[in-house]
């Protein structure tokens, strides 16, 4: 989708996103609609599964004394503490009379004062200034990203809010998808992907095109499947996109400069637009890895490259060492894209300008307390023992599910998730009839043992390789808790091994 060709952009968006006086679509009268009965729901809706959950104890006598989520990748209700100087800022801006009764460090609350200063009439209250967000708030984003990638500019227009990263990702999709049948929107996602993209997708009217990433060599990225992938659609969808997670969901590998720049080159030869969710950005903490931008590497690699393909990057509070999913914060920087095309992006917000508080918690995020302030050192201890929790945890759970009988997983280098594999004796796949799997294997654990896990079938993996998706309390949890998960872990997966014989 060329995005920066004006005369080539407006018509292949989605039209319904389109004034009127652009779209090619005549109006349809207004007829009586229903929901009175199931028949009449959204067929898309109807496709959604709800998922393996803890609402399927209510009322029943179990043999455990607790039940564990270790999927739904919400790090507070895990029991990951909020950051302090995060909490007190967004307390003193909710209440400002806080602030003359000293109970706060000196820097919360200046930074406190400095974030009502930028809100509408000097409250969170107030609807932000413009449908992007705050511009004092874009502007700190921007630099961010600036520091970030040593030095690399970012444009604080560029910068657009929203509830939450899922929410910024929708939005592009939604300009994304136009067609039917062999002209539909195609996006190549990852296998596996967020549990959550292939809901996102089906929603908007957006064709799936899968790539497989490579399991056996810690689920690494093959440019030739890329490839594969892209002709295999041709014919049944018009691939207009690549979403790329780095570092990965729910996989946990980070990509190093020889892949991201190989993806880049792939993007550019095929005219595909780049969607990169970049949420974990500072959960890395395999050895000798770090974090790489995309928007990094794309300026790097010349003119050719870094003034003609498009991007998106994706940014939250909710992961990663922030942890504030119920807050609802995200931004997404747009690369090359076309200024008109861009203006749409930005009206499809326009009826509901983004909320304020998560403005407020991303500014905290992207600028965090500098050496000297008050409150320094206290965060970068929350913030090291964060990351020291996700490293050892992540460490200790893959060697222990290594040493399991019918397991196997990968070590994870960044993000909150383990995706061990499953094989699953022959007698369990054929009693799941109505159901995938692996989807019976979640639910009997948590019948059986309280533990709540996300089954691979939600990440989009619909083949016989059976995977079970592990997350926050595996991974940002006291020892003792992890220990506990895990001991009920092998306990049920022993007995489901017993059946093979």
């Given at each position: 989708?060329k995005?920066r060709?004006?005369?080539?952009?407006l018509?292949s968006l989605?039209?319904?996103?389109l004034?009127?006086?652009?779209?090619a679509?005549?109006?349809?009268?207004?007829?009586?609609t229903?929901?009175?009965?199931?028949q009449e729901v959204n067929?898309?809706?109807?496709?959604?599964r709800e998922?393996?959950?803890l609402?399927?104890?209510a009322g029943e006598q179990?043999?455990?004394q607790t039940?564990?989520?270790v999927?739904?990748?919400d790090?507070?209700r895990?029991?990951?503490?909020?950051?302090s100087?995060?909490r007190q800022?967004?307390?003193a801006c909710?209440?400002p009379?806080?602030l003359?009764?000293?109970?706060?460090?000196?820097?919360?609350?200046?930074?406190?004062?400095?974030?009502l200063?930028?809100?509408?009439?000097?409250?969170?209250?107030?609807?932000?200034s413009?449908?992007?967000g705050?511009?004092g708030?874009?502007?700190?984003v921007a630099?961010?990203?600036?520091?970030?990638?040593?030095?690399?500019?970012?444009?604080?227009?560029?910068?657009?809010?929203?509830?939450?990263?899922?929410?910024?990702?929708?939005?592009?999709?939604?300009l994304?998808s136009?067609?039917?049948?062999?002209?539909?929107?195609?996006?190549?996602?990852?296998?596996p992907?967020?549990?959550?993209?292939?809901?996102l997708?089906?929603?908007v009217g957006v064709k799936?095109v899968?790539?497989?990433?490579l399991?056996?060599q810690?689920?690494?990225?093959d440019?030739?499947?890329?490839?594969?992938a892209?002709?295999a659609?041709r014919?049944?969808?018009?691939a207009?996109?690549?979403y790329?997670?780095?570092?990965?969901?729910?996989?946990g590998q980070?990509q190093d400069?020889e892949?991201i720049?190989?993806?880049?080159?792939?993007a550019?030869?095929?005219?595909l637009?780049l969607?990169?969710?970049?949420?974990?950005?500072?959960?890395?903490?395999?050895?000798?890895?770090?974090?790489?931008s995309?928007k990094k590497?794309?300026?790097?690699m010349?003119?050719?490259?870094?003034e003609?393909?498009?991007m998106v990057?994706?940014?939250?509070?909710?992961?990663g060492t922030?942890?504030?999913c119920?807050?609802r914060?995200?931004?997404?920087?747009?690369?090359?894209?076309?200024?008109l095309?861009?203006?749409?992006?930005?009206s499809?917000q326009a009826?509901?300008?983004p909320?304020?508080?998560?403005?407020l918690?991303l500014?905290?995020m992207?600028n965090?307390p500098?050496?000297?302030d008050?409150?320094?050192?206290?965060?970068?201890?929350?913030?090291?023992?964060?990351v020291e929790?996700?490293?050892?945890?992540?460490?200790r759970?893959?060697?222990?599910?290594?040493?399991v009988p019918?397991?196997?997983?990968?070590p994870?280098?960044?993000?909150i998730?383990?995706?061990p594999r499953?094989n699953?004796?022959?007698?369990i796949?054929?009693?799941?009839?109505?159901m995938?799997?692996d989807v019976?294997?979640?639910?009997?654990?948590?019948?059986?043992e309280?533990?709540?896990?996300?089954?691979?079938?939600?990440?989009?993996?619909d083949?016989?390789?059976y995977?079970?998706?592990?997350g926050?309390?595996i991974?940002d949890?006291?020892?003792?808790?992890?220990e506990?998960?895990l001991?009920?872990?092998?306990?049920?997966?022993l007995?489901i091994?017993d059946?093979?014989h």
């Amino acid at each position: 989708m060329k995005w920066r060709q004006q005369q080539v952009a407006l018509p292949s968006l989605n039209t319904r996103l389109l004034p009127a006086h652009l779209s090619a679509s005549p109006r349809s009268p207004v007829r009586g609609t229903k929901m009175s009965s199931v028949q009449e729901v959204n067929p898309v809706v109807l496709g959604i599964r709800e998922p393996v959950g803890l609402q399927s104890l209510a009322g029943e006598q179990k043999p455990f004394q607790t039940v564990i989520d270790v999927c739904s990748g919400d790090p507070h209700r895990a029991g990951m503490p909020p950051l302090s100087f995060a909490r007190q800022v967004l307390a003193a801006c909710l209440y400002p009379e806080l602030l003359d009764e000293s109970r706060f460090p000196s820097d919360v609350c200046r930074r406190a004062q400095k974030l009502l200063g930028v809100c509408n009439g000097g409250s969170v209250g107030a609807y932000s200034s413009s449908s992007c967000g705050i511009p004092g708030i874009q502007k700190a984003v921007a630099e961010f990203i600036t520091r970030r990638d040593g030095g690399v500019a970012s444009d604080p227009e560029d910068i657009i809010f929203s509830s939450g990263s899922q929410r910024t990702l929708m939005l592009v999709l939604h300009l994304l998808s136009s067609g039917q049948g062999p002209t539909q929107t195609g996006v190549l996602t990852p296998l596996p992907c967020p549990h959550t993209l292939p809901m996102l997708l089906d929603e908007v009217g957006v064709k799936r095109v899968p790539y497989r990433l490579l399991e056996e060599q810690g689920w690494g990225l093959d440019l030739e499947e890329l490839h594969r992938a892209l002709e295999a659609a041709r014919g049944h969808c018009e691939a207009r996109a690549i979403y790329i997670s780095n570092p990965g969901n729910p996989t946990g590998q980070v990509q190093d400069l020889e892949t991201i720049e190989g993806v880049i080159r792939f993007a550019a030869s095929e005219g595909l637009v780049l969607l990169v969710e970049e949420v974990y950005q500072d959960c890395v903490f395999g050895q000798d890895e770090k974090f790489l931008s995309y928007k990094k590497v794309l300026s790097e690699m010349g003119a050719s490259y870094s003034e003609r393909v498009e991007m998106v990057s994706f940014h939250s509070i909710s992961a990663g060492t922030m942890g504030e999913c119920g807050l609802r914060g995200g931004y997404m920087e747009v690369i090359n894209m076309d200024p008109l095309v861009k203006n749409h992006l930005m009206s499809m917000q326009a009826p509901c300008s983004p909320p304020v508080l998560p403005q407020l918690a991303l500014e905290i995020m992207v600028n965090p307390p500098s050496p000297g302030d008050a409150s320094h050192e206290v965060f970068t201890q929350e913030i090291l023992q964060t990351v020291e929790t996700l490293s050892q945890n992540a460490q200790r759970a893959c060697e222990f599910l290594n040493n399991v009988p019918g397991m196997s997983c990968q070590p994870a280098k960044g993000g909150i998730f383990l995706y061990p594999r499953l094989n699953l004796p022959v007698q369990i796949i054929k009693e799941a009839e109505v159901m995938q799997a692996d989807v019976l294997y979640c639910q009997k654990f948590l019948e059986e043992e309280g533990v709540c896990l996300g089954p691979g079938s939600e990440n989009g993996q619909d083949d016989k390789n059976y995977h079970i998706r592990s997350g926050q309390i595996i991974l940002d949890s006291p020892p003792a808790v992890l220990e506990d998960v895990l001991k009920r872990l092998r306990s049920f997966h022993l007995r489901i091994e017993d059946r093979r014989h």
